[in-house]
Structure formats: C-alpha cells, structure tokens
C-alpha cells in the first residue's frame, strides 16, 4: 500500500446520462479512439490504452494510467483527450474517482424512490444518483404518450404517465461548494432535483401538505446518501498535500460531526430504507468508530442494521472493516515544548493514564477530543455485538485507486431522538472520575487479570456507569421517530421574515452579519403558476402539447410570478415540497429545468409563441408534442445545422438544408423540435436527439450553444476544428466595426448616424451573444438577434 501511495493516481472517468445515450457514447469511444491508442508506441514501446474498470458493470467505467507527458504529445491520445473534455462539458462523461462511485451503487435507488444526499458537493455521487432515479424514464414516457402501459415489472410506481416520480434532494452547507454542487447539477436536466444548503448534522424536518386539523406529516427518505466531511487521507494519490498536513488530531476532530450527521441521517431514514454512509478515509476513527456509536445511540443491531454488503460489486476487491484499532493522542507537553504521540486500545486505558498524568503533575496536554466513542465497541454476548466487518475498506493497492470507506445501514426499528455527546471529553472524564471515586481498586484489578490487559469500556466499571447515567439520560430526553414533532431545528428559527401569502407568518429577521451558511436566503424564488395560466396555455397550444402533459408544475423564479424570462418545470412531489416548506426556513438553492426562454427580440412583430424550447428541457416535453415537429434524417443536413450558425431560408426556397429545410419553408416563424432518429450503418445516427430549432423569417438557427456545437460535431463527426462553425456574431462584430471607420472617415452626417445605429444594433446582438455563452448553457435567445441585425 505504502509503495502504492507514491504512485500516480489514474485517470477514470464514467460515461453517464440515460443508458442508452452512454452506451452510444461508449461505443463511438471505443471504435474510434481505442484502436488508435492501441496501435501506437511510446519509446518503441506499445502505450496502455483505457482499460474499462471490472468492478463495474456495461462497461461504463473506464481508467487509464498513461503517463500525462505521453498524453500531452501523442496524437491519439491528445484527441481522445479533446473528447473527453468536450463530452465532459456536455454531460456525457463523468471524470470522477473510481471508489468515489461505489456509494450509490450500493443504495440500490429505484426511480420511485425519495432520496436525501447529505454533504454533496461538488456533486459527483449526485449525479450518480439522479441517473438512477430517473433510470429510463424516457423510454417509459415514450410508451405511455403513444397509448402503451409504461409498466416495465420492476414494481415501481409509473403512474404518473411513465415519469418517475422519486425526488433527490443533494445537500451542502457550504455557501461556495453549494454553488459548485447547482452548476453541476444544473447540466443534468433533472425535474426531480432539489438543492439546498443546510448544516446536515439539523437538516430541517420537511413538512409534507396536509389537510387542515390533520396531523403534520414530514418527509422520510427511502435513501441517504451520508458521505461525510472527512481527513481525506485516502485521497493523498490525488492531492499529495494531504500528506504533508496530516495528523491524527484531524480524524479526532472531525469524529462528532460524522456522527452527529450520520445520526440525523438515521432519524430521516424510513423504516426499511438503507443508508450509505462513506470517507476518502482510511482513519477508523471516521470511519467504523462512527459507525459504532451511531448503532448504539440508536439502541444497538436491533435499530440499525449493517448490511453485509460482499455480494454486491463483486468484482470489487475490498477488506471488511476493523473490528480492533488504538487511538493515537499527540500531546503537547508545555514543560519539554515537545509532542509525543501515544496509542491507547481502550478508554479506561486513556483515562487511567490521564489521571495518572494528573496526579504526577505532568505538563503533557491529553486531547480533549478523545471520546469513549473513539475506541472500537465491546460487547457482553454475540447478540449485542456490532458486525463491523460488515464494513467495506478498499486500499489504493487492491485495484490501483484511492483509499475509501462504506458502510450499509439498514433501519429496522424506530429510532430515539438521543442527544449525541458532544466532541470534547470534559464531560466523559467527569463521570469516569466520579466512577473512579465509587469504584473499588479490587474491581479494576480483577478486570486486569482477566483480560491480559486494560478492561476494554463495556467491561470496565467506569463503562457501566457511564452506560446508565445516559440511559437514564436519555430517557429523560428522547422520544421515538413516530412522536410528532421531530425538534424543528434551529435553522427554522434563524430565517429572516419573509412573510407567508397568508400573512400568518411574524417571525422577525435576526440581528447582525448572517453566518456563511445564511447568505443564500433568499436569493431564488420559487413561484408556481397556475395550471390555467393563460400564456403558458398559449406556448402549450402552439407546440401541440397533449392535455395528459401536467400543466400545473411550471415555476417562475421572480417573488412576483410573472412570467418574465425563463419557465421552469419541475416534478410534482418537488413542487410540494417546495410550497410546503419555502416559508419555513428551508434553503432552497435550485430546482427546476428551463423549458422556455422568452423570445424578446422584435416586440413588435406579434408572435403566436414567443417562447423557445430549450435544450435542458425538451426532452421532457417532446413525447407530448403534436405540432412543430421537424425531422432531420441526413447527417449532411445536421452537419451543415451545426457549422452554420444561420443558414439562410430564401423565399424562392433555394436553401441549402436538404430535408430539414424543406419542412421549415412549410412553418410560421417559431421555433420548432428538431427529431433526428436513430439509424444503423456507418451513416446513421447512433442514437436518438431531439433539439431546438428556430424558424427566422430568412434562416433557420439550430439553438445549440457553441460548446455543444463543437462537442456534436467531434462526437457524431469526428470534426476536430472549432473554427469550422461559422459564428454570425463575430462576423457581424467584425463588420460593423469595419463599416463604422468607413463612415467615419467619410463624415457624411446622415450616413454617419444610419452607421452608428446599425453598429450599435450589431454590437449589442454580440454582446446579447457573447452574455449568453455562460455556463450554465443557456441556449441563446439573442443569436436571434444578430441574424436580424445581419439579415
Ligand atoms: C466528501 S465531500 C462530499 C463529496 C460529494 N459527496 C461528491 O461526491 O461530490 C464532503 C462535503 O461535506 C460538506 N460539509 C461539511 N460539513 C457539512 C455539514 N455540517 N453539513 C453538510 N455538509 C457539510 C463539505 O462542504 C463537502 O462539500
């Protein structure tokens, strides 16, 4: 392992998406890209090409392991570079550590189900899960729009017209990484996504409707994903800085946050449901550790189960968890200004020698962050022993990867509402020397004899004590999972007013600078509009969208609801839950698809759909559509949609975009969906797209931004020039300028204003443009805008 550690980690990447775009994608990688690798030499040396990870299924991982200087100037490596990078941008690969992607694998989602990521930034595992959920959703709508039962025997519930109806909700507390966390997500187009910012370790109760004087239901999650902040030690291939910063006080410190969120977790966890909890970490004391005392703060293996997990991923090569640790505590001595680091296997162990310490009027600094919790459980009898081999370790030596923990839990009884200790021992040592006081020194011998060494904490006198102090304490505090009112947690109270519709709401803003966590109140608005709203009945009409279509989940992200810019549409347990609980503290930093942007330019022009389609959410929508439907079936016509940013659509209807441009002379001005079918042969298209397209009254404009462009044109062929699209704002930049100095120079007054008016139109058409060409791919509603001006 250790020889391991000093070696570069590989690259791996996944391909993602619906199943059967990455399988297409896969399949243009491996024919175009792998025997290109593989042919070539290094040194006189054959290269290793990217072999596909076994431990995971269809082939969908793969890692490499070339060294970057070969990478760098090798040819067939350089363009497989260039599609990675390009799909990667598109949604369509993942680059993401290999162990990284066992968690949710081994949460077993199915697209029904409700589920909660807890520390999820920067997304990767979310993204994960999405797929999941929404598993194959289109094909199901697919069916169910053309008449046939979207049933597929799974025993999911489809009934929402083939759509799933499960909902993840992905979680960071942190303001910047949250931020990370919406940007990656945003890409996956995903209506049953929710993102908020919350501290996980008093994620709020969510509130579900209820009728009125009926008891207040709250969410319960069918799966938690629970991948802690940790050391990261496991990670040090990656970020070799980790080794130089690392100590032991770092998995110490971070120890009672685990928990206290593992914990929480366990309590929004149905009965039945599963839990993943996860570490870059080898460290067991962020690791089984935690997972021991969170079993027994909820009442032991009876509660709580740790699902052996062997059988799943078995290709995967792994350790069970650690039965048996020491804990190592770096003191400080103040009298010789020197650390030493000290191993204890118990905490009667680490309490005799602390007192001991005392006693000698030692200067050494015990830690305060070592718990009894720190230590591994013992236990009296085989029933209330705590299976941590159950526990899943993968060492970066196994299979050439990163360090990684997992652990199953499974719930299977209802859980206390038990306080979880907190992360100094003051308290622990408190009792023990009180329990020292009561206890006789026969005891501790006895103990000794018996064990060959320190009594371990279950069997110590200090560990009864300590046992039935906090079930008395406990007791006096908890109540079940089923009492009412989960504590609603201090998050609710913080919120600044923002008063409800009814005006029922009179909580008054807090005083002072918002913590790091609160600076995201507030920022979006999440608005419903009415299933009858009048323009979005309009934009539905115009693009034939059937009645069995929900009209009641678009959103509107202005506190006004007015349809302004975007309509968003999200799923319909995702917006109750929103309406639920927007009023009620909840941070909600993202949910919703962008399925129409507003078409601005020409206010004058009466358009009977001012409205594009958008990438983002097309899909969605398509299956429902009986009108503006376009077909492409040539790849000569879409290659042309693509270098062209505005193929011209003369009256004579001399175009030069064969079939597609044939249909469009048909159509009013709008926009339309662009259906490109699947086809076999080397010619055809090796899955199935739909995109949106709009129909000028002089030229066509295919609503892909550039990034997309180039990505589509590398995927489908093999097109390596970014130069080869034909960008009209640049042009007409370049134009407008070139005209602009002319008519200067020729200081003709009324020429000179016509100029400067045309000029300012073409600049301001690229600049619309080039605002648009932000991240999150918002395709551009002002590429309309410079064909006018061009045309
Ligand atoms: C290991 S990373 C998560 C990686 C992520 N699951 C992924 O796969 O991309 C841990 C995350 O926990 C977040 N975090 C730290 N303390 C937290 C807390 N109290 N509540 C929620 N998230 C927290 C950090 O901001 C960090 O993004």
Not at 73 to 94: M, W, Y
Not at 283 to 299: M, Q, T, Y
Not at 442 to 471: I, M, W, Y
Not at 678 to 692: A, N, W
Request: hydrophobic share 35%; proline share 6%; charged share 30%.
């Amino acid at each position: 392992m250790w020889s391991t550690l000093a070696t570069d980690l590989p690259n791996s990447f996944r391909f993602t998406g619906t199943k059967s775009d990455a399988l297409a994608v896969r399949e243009i990688f491996k024919n175009r890209y792998i025997p290109a690798i593989t042919a070539m030499k290094f040194e006189g040396q054959p290269v290793e090409p990217p072999k596909p990870v076994k431990a995971f299924p269809d082939e969908l991982v793969w890692d490499m392991k070339t060294d970057k200087k070969i990478v760098r100037r090798h040819a067939p490596f350089a363009d497989f570079q260039k599609f990675l990078v390009t799909e990667a941008a598109s949604g369509n690969i993942s680059r993401q550590e290999v162990v990284s992607m066992i968690p949710p694998h081994f949460l077993d989602v199915k697209p029904g189900m409700v589920v909660l990521d807890m520390c999820a930034a920067p997304g990767s595992k979310t993204a994960q899960l999405a797929e999941m959920i929404h598993g194959d959703e289109e094909e199901r709508v697919k069916k169910a729009a053309s008449g046939e039962s979207p049933n597929t025997g799974d025993g999911g519930d489809y009934s929402d017209d083939g759509r799933s109806t499960g909902l993840l909700i992905a979680n960071d507390t942190d303001y910047k990484r949250a931020g990370m966390l919406v940007h990656q997500v945003k890409r996956l187009n995903f209506p049953n996504l929710i993102v908020t910012q919350h501290d996980a370790s008093i994620y709020p109760s969510i509130e579900l409707p209820s009728a009125q004087g009926e008891k207040k239901q709250h969410l319960k999650f069918d799966r938690i994903l629970c991948d802690v902040p940790c050391s990261g030690d496991g990670t040090a291939r990656k970020n070799p800085g980790v080794w130089s910063k690392w100590t032991p006080k770092d998995g110490l410190g971070l120890n009672n946050l685990q928990l206290r969120i593992l914990f929480r977790g366990l309590h929004m966890l149905k009965k039945g449901g599963r839990l993943v909890y996860s570490t870059c970490s080898m460290n067991p004391i962020e690791n089984e550790a935690v997972i021991a005392a969170a079993v027994e703060a909820s009442g032991g293996t009876s509660k709580v189960k740790i699902v052996d997990c062997s059988h799943l991923l078995p290709e995967l090569k792994r350790k069970p968890g650690l039965t048996k640790w020491k804990v190592m505590d770096t003191s400080f001595d103040t009298g010789s200004k020197e650390t030493t680091a000290h191993l204890f296997s118990s905490w009667d162990n680490f309490v005799q020698a602390h007192f001991k310490n005392e006693q000698s009027e030692s200067t050494r600094n015990f830690s305060n962050k070592i718990v009894p919790g720190c230590f591994p459980p013992t236990a009296e009898s085989e029933e209330g022993r705590i299976p941590l081999e159950n526990c899943l370790r993968v060492y970066p030596h196994m299979q050439d990867t990163g360090g990684f923990f997992v652990a199953v839990l499974e719930k299977v009884g209802d859980i206390k509402v038990a306080q979880i200790r907190s992360s100094s021992n003051e308290a622990d040592l408190k009792q023990a020397r009180a329990a020292l006081e009561n206890a006789t020194p026969s005891e501790f011998e006895s103990n000794d004899k018996a064990n060959g060494e320190v009594p371990t904490r279950e069997q110590s006198p200090l560990k009864r004590k300590l046992d039935n102090d906090e079930d008395d304490d406990t007791a006096k505090r908890s109540k079940t999972d089923d009492a009412p009112a989960e504590p609603v947690v201090s998050a609710v109270e913080e919120l600044p007013s923002k008063p409800a519709p009814n005006g029922s709401d009179t909580r008054s803003a807090p005083s002072g600078k918002p913590k790091p966590e609160q600076q995201s109140q507030n920022k979006e608005y999440f608005e419903y509009l009415s299933a009858d709203n009048s323009d979005v009945t309009r934009i539905l009409d115009f693009f034939g969208i059937s009645d069995r279509f929900p009209r009641d989940r678009f959103m509107v992200k202005n506190s006004e609801g007015l349809l302004l810019n975007k309509l968003y549409y999200t799923s319909a347990l995702a917006k109750s839950i929103i309406n639920q609980n927007k009023y009620r503290g909840m941070k909600f930093v993202h949910c919703g698809v962008i399925m129409f942007v507003a078409h601005k330019v020409n206010k004058d022009r009466d358009l009977p759909a001012p409205w594009r389609l958008q990438n983002e959410g097309i899909r969605i929508l398509e299956p429902w559509a009986s009108k503006r439907i376009v077909h492409c079936t040539s790849k000569a016509t879409l290659y042309k949609l693509l270098i062209e940013m505005f193929p011209i659509l003369p009256k004579d209807g001399a175009h030069k975009i064969g079939e597609v441009g044939d249909q469009l002379m048909k159509l009013d001005i709008g926009c339309v969906f662009l259906q490109i079918e699947q086809t076999e042969g080397e010619d055809g298209f090796p899955f199935r797209m739909v995109l949106p397209l709009w129909r000028h009254p002089g030229s066509a404009n295919l609503m892909v931004d550039k990034d997309d462009r180039k990505a589509m044109l590398l995927r489908l062929f093999n097109e390596k020039n970014p130069e080869i699209i034909n960008h009209v704002a640049d042009q007409a930049k370049a134009k407008a300028a070139k005209e602009a100095a002319k008519e200067e120079e020729e200081e003709h007054e009324q020429t000179k204003e016509a100029t400067e008016e045309a000029t300012e139109e073409a600049v301001e058409a690229v600049e619309a443009v080039d605002e648009n060409d932000d991240a999150d791919g918002d395709v551009k509603m002002e590429q309309g805008d410079a064909i006018d001006v061009d045309a």
